[in-house]
Structures are given as C-alpha cells and as structure tokens.
C-alpha cells in the first residue's frame, strides 16, 4: 500500500496515526480528501467521504488491481472491502454483510451501487446465462428502485426514503444464483407533502415530464407537476444538481427499460404507471359541504367529479364505489349490521390521503416484491448443490435532523441508533470483552454505549413506541398532547429524554408539541403532531375492498387484505412502530449471524459542492460515529484472533516442529514454536485460548508460506493417494490370480479323474479301449493329452500286436505298407484278405502250369539270385499296335520280370527294382482271382510303369490311384481310363481312336 501511496497522502489507514486525537484525525482526513483520497481504513473498517464529484477510481481497471488482493495491498478503496467480504464467503463459506452507515447524503448508495459493480465484475467467468441474468437484475433493481424510493430532499438530491438491505446468494463457486431485498418503513406521508425545497418520490415527476403525450393523454395527466397538489411543491425543482445526465426525463427511460430488463409484463408496467396517475389525481380530489341532502351523503360533495372517473378508470374500479369510498365508511353496529356512515369534509381528506399513501406504499412493495421473484434463487437443492453463502448489502436511511422532525425521522433514528448498538456490540464491546476473557493485558478504551437510548425508545411497557402504541389503541380521543404527557411522566428523569414541560426554559422546544432525544449522534427535536395517526396508519376497510375488487390483476395484486369482510376485521393490525421495530430486531439479529464488514461514509459538507470538507460538520459526525473510539480500539487491539488448535490447522505445514504434527506439550507451545521460526512472535499475544495477531500483515506473510508449500503438499497427497490406488489394485490382482491358479487346478484334477474314470475299462479285449471318446482337456493339458494319445494307441497296437502269431508278421508288415500308401486312396485294399503273393506257383491259382513256372522261377533263382518272391500273376497285357496279348509278371525283391505264359514262362522282360519310379492304379480295385490288390490286367508299360528311376537316391516309390492312369508308349503319351462293367467277366482292355479302356468287372 505505501508503494502506491506517498507519505504526502496521509496515514491510509487511521490506526498509523501517531496520536489517535480529533485534531490528528481530521488533519489526515482533511489532507487525504484534498488529494482525491476519499477512502481510509481503521484496520477493516472503511470510512469514505463523499467527494461530490465523479473520480477516477471505479471502472473494470480498477476493480482488476482489487481483484483477489489482501486488503492492505493496495490503496483503501471500497472494492476492497467488497473484495474481503466476498473472499471470506468464498474461501471461508462465511455468510458475510457489509453494513454501510452515514448520515444522509454520505454516499450509501452510492457505496453499495459500487460494492454490486464490482461483485457482479469478479464473478461468472464462466459466463453462465442464468448467472448473469441474476446479476442483471441485481445491477437493475437499484435503478427501479431509486425511481419509486428516492426523492430529492434539503440533505441529499437523491435521498433513499426507505431502508434497503439486499441478500445475494452464492454457488459453492461463488457466482451470484439469486438475491432478496428487504425494504425497511417507506416515508410515504412524502407522497402528501414535503418540505419546501423537497420532491415527492422521483417516479412522479419522472412519469410527467419523461412520458410521451400520448401516454399523458391516455393516463389524463398533465406535464406540468404544479398542476397537482402532491407534486407541486417540487415542480420547480430537478432531480439533481451535478448531473444533466440525470434528467427526470432520462431517468424515465431507463426506468421503463431496467423494468423490461428485470422481467415486468409491459402490462404491468403499464399498470404501475396508471396506479401512479391515480394517486396524482387522488390528490387534486376536494371535498365541498352542500346544504342539500341527496346523493350528496351527509351534505359532502367532490369539488370536480371528473377527477372521480379518472381515479376510477385508472385503477378499474367501478366509479360509484369510488365515489362511495371517499364520501362515506362501512362500519359494523353492535349487531353485526352494516351502518354507512358519511365522512364530514376533514375526514374524507383525512381518508384520501391515507388511500394515496397507502396505494403508493402497496406499490412499492409490490415492486420489491415482483423484483424478488425474479432474483430468488431457482432449483437448488442443497444436497446436490452444496450451502449457498450470502453478502448482505446494508444502505439503509442515515442519522436525519430536519428542522421539524417528525415520526419518521423518530423511526429512522432508532434504526441508526440499533446499528450503532451492532458495531459497538461487534467492533468495540465484543472486542474488549473477548481480551478480559482470554487474558491478554489491554487498556480499556471508553466509548459511548447508546445501549440506554435504545432501551429508551423499544423497551416494553415505558419505552417510547410502547407508549405510543397504547395511546394509539386506547378508546376515545387521545391525542397527540396527551401521549407527549405520558412520555413525560415516564421518561421524567431519563438522561436522553427532555421536554418543554420538563425544561421550561428550554426555547428551542415548543411546549406540548415537542420532545428531544438526545441521540448518540446529537440531539433531535420531535414534533409530536400526527405521531399517533401514523403509527395507527389507519386505512378505511372501505378503500382496500374497492381496490381488491379492481379488474386490474396488478393492483388487486396488492390489496389482498381487501377480500376481508368487514365484519372480519375485528382483530387490531400491528402499528407501524411495533412493525418497524420488529423488522429492526430481525435485521440486527440477521447482521449479526454474519461476519460484518463496515463502510462508514461522512458527508463533508451541507451545501453538496465538490472539495469542501466543512470541518465541524465533520468532527461531528466522525465523533458520533464512534471512529476515533474504533481507531483506539484497534490500535489497542488485534486485527485476527483464531483458537490455537485452528490456526494450527491452518499454518501447521509452514514449520518443522508441527508438521505433520507436534511433539510439544500443547498447541500454544506448538503455536509458539511456529511463529518464533517466523520470527513473528512480537506482533502476537497469547491469549488461554486463542493466538491474537496484531497486524494483519503478519496474517499475510503465513498465508503466503503456506500458499508456496499448498503445492507440495497437494503432490504428496497425490502420491500417498495414487500408491494406494496402486496397492489396492495390485491386491485385487493377485486375489484375481490365485482364484485363477486354484481354478486351473481344479480343472487339471478335474480332467485327469474323467480321464481315469473313462480308461478304466480300457484293458479290456478285444477292443481295448477302441471306442472310448477322448473328453476336451483344459488348454494347459492339450499337449499331455496329445502324448497320452499316442502312448495310449501305441499300448493298444501293442496289445494286438503281440497275440498275432511270428508267421503272421511278414503278412502283417506288408499290409502297413500297403496301409501307408493306399489307406485313403483307393477304397479297398484288400486289407480284409490273406496275401499269397505267389499267385503262378500256388496250384490252387494256377492249375495247369503252376509246375512250369515252378521250373523257370528255379532257372531265375539261379540266374539272378533274387531272395523272395514279392509277387506273381497273370496279367493281359496291350502293345502299341493295340494288340491284347497274355502275359505273367512276375515280382521278385530284385526284379521285376514279365514273362510269356504261352511260352513256359519265358522271360520277355526284367527290370531291375531300383528302376522302378512309380506305380498307378485305378480307384475300383478290387482282385480277381485273389490277385491281391493288384488289377487282374495289368498292361505292359502300365499302370506298373517302368521308368527310369533313380537308384539310390532314397526316393519313396511314388503310388498315384486315379481312375485316368497316364502312360507313355515308345514316346506317344496315352491315357488309360478305367471303365467299371458289370458283365464283364475277366478285367480286358479296349482300344478305340488312340485311347486304352480298361473294362473293370464291377459288382
Ligand atoms: N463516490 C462518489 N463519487 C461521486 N459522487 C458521489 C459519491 N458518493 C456520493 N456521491 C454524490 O452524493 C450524492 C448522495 O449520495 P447517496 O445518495 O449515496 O447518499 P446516501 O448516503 O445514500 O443518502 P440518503 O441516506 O439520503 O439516501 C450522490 O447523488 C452523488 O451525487
Ligand atoms: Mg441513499
């Protein structure tokens, strides 16, 4: 702060003064005023002097330097207290209040129209449409409600008439969802009459000069406002002095327009206005006394009628019940009979002008109300959405002494004297009584305690209002003089409370008319005229039921109790007194449930000129204010208190000996030990419970170490937070694997025992176990099942095997051969059948020359030196001159030879086995004559084809089984098909255009 402002400025904050005298005071305030610095701090309290003047200190620049500053970081400005009050219900989720108090004209308004600004600039970064709505109208409703609730009065040109507290609710994230605004004791008897040099409300003259004559016309008005009685006292007058800007005429439009804005109907508008030009109608109305009776009850007449048609077109009331209303009133008799009674001329003034009051005050409220409606916070659900927090926004009427003062300006004193009680209560006496109780050695600091006036004016039974209140619901005539009386015989010895009576020789106060309270902001004369009719605030039954009863929904809006009979009405309303005191408790008790921030404005001079700070003017105020009691307070004081436990909480990571926790013998130690390695322990006091800070910048420098180590700790979190994450899962995967493990080997044992279970009866012969089914293994056992197959089919061939006598074995082998060329080739085999082989020796085969082929295969033996005789049989045999001859071949294990039957087996060929390449067969296979598989005809060169085989190379006999055997014959390729016959009786062969058919005879 002191690097944006030089010591030339002052002291920015009065708790800096080196002595806390008056003198000091207003020195630094004066000096500070001068140089355009209109806000100081005494610690969080903002006083702000009204500079009557526009300066460059608000706008989106300046509310960027405030954005999320500490309060002393830059100079003192209401933007940062905005900002405090919304960072401690941000952060803190603390329902906070910035209550602003001053005298009239101190700026209060214009305080809370900047404390909305900068609220409304700091939130919604997201842009949220419902958000913004709700800060739209919140921006908006201060304009309405300045048209319907301000008026231009000697103090200020713009002067609240009515109290205004205004809550705005939060989100968890801070942005505005809503609001509610509390309106306090409009003056309305100001829609009668004001002072000269006064306005009635601004909305009136707003609605004459700023409506288009076209409207006028409709509404019967005339633009002049000295045309009516309640506005002509003001005609001359404008809205302001300073601004040209705020011409009523202006003022009208952006009225109209921050309506449209907020969300009234253009009905509604429309009503407004027309409820409006009724009341300025009302007020012309005159009454006459006639002599004749008649129509004319009792003798009474309106001056001019046409002003009766008016009112009751513009507020949709027939016009006889208008008239009747104004002339006459409805009373119950003893016997529940309704009796009119006619008004004489004073009364029927007397129940117009409560009627106008009361229609304006219903329509304020209804503003209020339907403005309300708009901003309350919509579906929100606690649960879901978390606790919404609120700022209050105090800018309620200040201290007011006019030259006559009346039972409003009595009001509206007791309100400032209520709040004062709140800051003393909050600021002062909390303060000093909280150090008595924790110890800490503290100089008593005297104030004023107004608690004595209050009780003056709410006590029950004595007090003022109670007094008043009586004298109000007595039977018969008691007058205002006689309530004067009783507060004098009551209050005879009070020290606040005087009177003519009681000081005679007091001038200044006129005998049985005035009293005096001598307020903690000075003392205020009171005239005691019309103190008991407007308590009483008395409204014929008669005019609510007319209104009720209007065809315009917005004013029957407003009058709800008119649909009471009037022999209901039996039960005595509230006073106006007991009412506003009411809302007083309620409002002090609401303030002070929150955390208060306050804004103490000073009005620097009478006269509303820029740059003059009247000094006694001043002083006054600065002394009843209690300002110089609250710098000493301060000074003598603690800006932060916090139990030791929380501020361990809150700071405990910025230190070694707490973090994570302390060892130390308690918190203060802990506390203690943090703050000496801070090297702050001289601007605190140890109080039995609580650490109290003395500057806040001790406050900020702990916030700022902790700022820098949040990071760190965040990351450590994380990481404990992941690693358990980590461990948990990995936790789960090893159950997950285990459960797997266990499942597997279940399954194995599962399969091994079907396998037992299945195989038991595989020892069993003949089949052994042929026709058992394998069960589906577990994907682990697939390999070991493979194995076991193959063992267990090598058991089992084993099993057969070794009962097949040694004889067999040749046979046996040979057909495994056979097996592993022709199975799946050529349908049979000749599995089935004992081999011969020898088919020319054996004399079964070959009866007649079986002997002869004996002979030439003993000459062969000899010759070629074969071992064994693989194979012999007749075959046919075709040449290429197509030429069917008989032929026998003969097989030997070295030889294969082809021999001529005809000739005693001589030999006509022999080709050595290794020349052998390939051998063809036909599919039907079947033997003739226990030819053994081989074809009964066998042709010369095929299908057992020589060919040029390579010795030794290992190469397998290569077998192919077709049905179209190819051969070749001295070169040309030919092909043999396969013809299955049934007639036929040997296998033979046909020989068409080139091509061999064997003739196979089929069964
Ligand atoms: N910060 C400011 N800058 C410029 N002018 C200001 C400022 N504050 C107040 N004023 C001027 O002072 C006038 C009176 O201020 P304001 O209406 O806020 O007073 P008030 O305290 O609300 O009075 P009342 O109790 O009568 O309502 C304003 O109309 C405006 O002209
Ligand atoms: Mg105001």
């Not at 009843?624 to 929380?646: D, I």
């Not at 066998?938 to 179209?964: F, H, I, K, N, Y």
Request: contains cysteine; hydrophobic residues 35%; aromatic residues 8%.
């Amino acid at each position: 702060m002191e690097d944006e402002e030089g010591s030339e400025y002052g002291k920015p904050d009065f708790v800096l003064l080196d002595q806390v005298t008056m003198e000091d005071f207003m020195r630094n305030l004066q000096l500070r005023f001068e140089k355009g610095r209109i806000y100081t701090y005494i610690g969080e309290v903002l006083v702000s002097v009204n500079p009557y003047q526009e300066l460059p200190l608000y706008g989106p620049e300046a509310i960027a330097r405030y954005q999320g500053r500490e309060l002393y970081e830059r100079p003192p400005h209401l933007y940062a207290v905005a900002n405090a009050a919304y960072k401690a219900m941000k952060h803190r989720s603390r329902d906070t209040c910035i209550v602003i108090s001053g005298e009239s004209g101190a700026g209060k308004t214009e305080a809370s129209k900047h404390i909305m600004q900068y609220i409304a600039a700091v939130t919604n970064p997201s842009q949220r449409a419902e958000v913004e709505r709700v800060k739209d109208v919140l921006l908006k409703s201060t304009c309405v409600l300045e048209a319907f609730g301000n008026a231009r009065t000697n103090r200020n040109h713009n002067s609240s008439r009515f109290g205004k507290y205004m809550d705005i609710n939060f989100d968890f994230k801070g942005d505005p969802i809503g609001g509610h605004i509390h309106s306090y004791l409009l003056e309305k008897s100001r829609v009668l009459k004001q002072h000269v040099g006064e306005r009635n409300f601004h909305a009136f003259y707003q609605l004459l000069r700023g409506s288009e004559d076209k409207q006028l016309h409709e509404l019967h008005l005339d633009r002049n406002p000295a045309v009516y009685n309640f506005t002509r006292q003001g005609a001359g007058l404008n809205m302001t002095v300073h601004s040209a800007l705020d011409s009523d005429e202006r003022s009208h439009q952006a009225v109209i327009e921050a309506m449209r804005v907020i969300g009234f109907s253009p009905e509604e508008v429309e009503s407004v206005y027309r409820i409006l030009a009724a009341i300025l109608h009302l007020g012309n109305i005159e009454f006459v006394e006639t002599e004749e009776d008649g129509p004319q009850k009792e003798g009474l007449a309106v001056a001019e009628e046409a002003l009766v048609d008016r009112v009751a077109e513009l507020t949709a009331t027939p016009r006889d019940l208008v008239l009747r209303s104004l002339l006459a009133r409805t009373v119950a008799s003893g016997g529940r009979e309704l009796i009119e009674k006619g008004h004489t001329a004073a009364e029927a003034s007397y129940a117009r002008d409560a009627c106008a009051k009361a229609v304006y005050q219903r329509l304020f409220e209804w503003v209020v109300n339907r403005i309300n409606s708009v901003m309350e916070p919509r579906d929100r659900d606690p649960r879901r959405d978390g606790k919404d927090t609120v700022i209050g926004v105090l800018d309620i009427y200040g201290f007011e002494v006019f030259p006559v003062n009346s039972f409003e300006q009595f009001c509206i004193n007791y309100c400032n004297e209520k709040l004062q009680q709140l800051f003393i209560r909050l600021i002062l006496k909390q303060e000093q009584e909280e150090y008595e109780r924790e110890g800490i050695t503290w100089q008593s600091v005297e104030y004023f305690n107004n608690a004595i006036i209050v009780d003056l004016v709410e006590r029950p039974h004595r007090g003022i209002l109670a007094v008043l209140d009586e004298a109000c619901s007595s039977a018969g005539t008691i007058t205002d003089r006689i309530f004067l009386q009783t507060l004098d015989t009551h209050h005879r010895h009070h020290l606040h409370y005087t009177s003519r009576q009681l000081c005679p020789t007091d001038k200044t106060m006129e005998f049985g008319r005035d009293f005096r309270i001598k307020h903690y902001a000075g003392d205020v004369t009171y005239s005691v005229e019309g103190f008991i009719d407007k308590n009483r605030d008395f409204l014929f039954q008669d005019f609510k039921r007319l209104l009720y009863n209007s065809t315009d929904p917005t004013l029957r809006a407003m009058w709800p109790d008119g649909q009471q009979d009037i022999t209901e009405v039996t039960k005595r309303p509230l006073t106006a007194g007991t009412l506003f005191k009411n809302s007083m408790v309620a409002l002090v008790e609401n303030l002070a449930s929150k955390e208060p921030f306050y804004v103490r404005c000073i009005k620097p001079n009478e006269d509303k000129v820029a740059g003059k700070l009247d000094e006694n003017h001043c002083r006054h105020q600065v002394a009843y204010l209690g300002l110089l009691e609250n710098v000493r307070v301060r000074r003598a004081g603690f800006a932060s208190r916090q139990p030791y436990s929380r501020f361990l909480l809150r700071y405990k990571m910025t230190c070694e000996y707490t973090w994570p926790n302390h060892l130390l013998g308690s918190d203060k130690a802990a506390v203690s030990a943090l703050l000496e390695q801070h090297g702050l322990q001289g601007d605190v006091a140890f109080g039995h419970s609580k650490l109290f800070i003395r500057s806040p910048r001790t406050l900020v420098t702990l916030e700022q170490s902790r700022a820098r180590l949040i990071p760190i700790i965040v990351l450590l979190l994380q990481k404990a937070w992941r690693g358990t994450l980590a461990r948990w899962r990995c936790r789960r995967l090893r159950a997950v694997y285990t459960i797997m493990r266990w499942f597997r080997r279940h399954k194995v044992r599962a399969h091994l025992a079907e396998l037992q279970r299945r195989f038991q009866a595989a020892r069993q012969p003949p089949l052994y176990g042929r026709d058992l089914v394998w069960p589906l293994p577990p994907a682990v056992l697939q390999p070991f099942q493979d194995t076991c197959h193959t063992l267990f089919c090598r058991w089992r061939a084993r099993q057969l095997v070794k009962n097949i006598p040694p004889s067999d074995m040749a046979q046996i082998k040979a057909k495994v051969a056979a097996m592993a060329t022709l199975q799946g080739l050529r349908q049979d085999w000749g599995c089935r059948r004992a081999w011969a082989r020898d088919y020319l020796s054996s004399a079964a085969d070959n009866p007649t020359a079986s002997g002869l082929f004996a002979q030439r295969l003993k000459t062969l033996r000899d010759k070629d030196g074969f071992g064994a005789v693989l194979f012999s049989s007749h075959v046919r045999k075709v040449n290429r001159f197509r030429k069917i001859r008989n032929r026998a071949l003969l097989l030997t294990d070295r030889h294969l030879y082809k021999l001529d039957p005809d000739r005693q087996y001589r030999v006509m060929r022999a080709v050595p086995l290794e020349a052998v390449s390939n051998v063809g067969f036909g599919q039907c296979a079947a033997s003739a004559r226990g030819t053994a598989g081989l074809p009964g005809a066998l042709p010369q060169s095929s299908p057992l084809r020589t060919g040029r085989g390579r010795r030794g190379e290992g190469r397998a006999l290569e077998v192919r089984v077709s049905d179209c055997i190819p051969l070749s014959q001295r070169g040309t390729r030919r092909l043999v098909s396969v013809e299955p016959r049934p007639e036929q009786p040997e296998p033979d062969f046909r020989c068409a255009r080139g091509t061999f058919t064997l003739l196979w005879p089929s069964r």
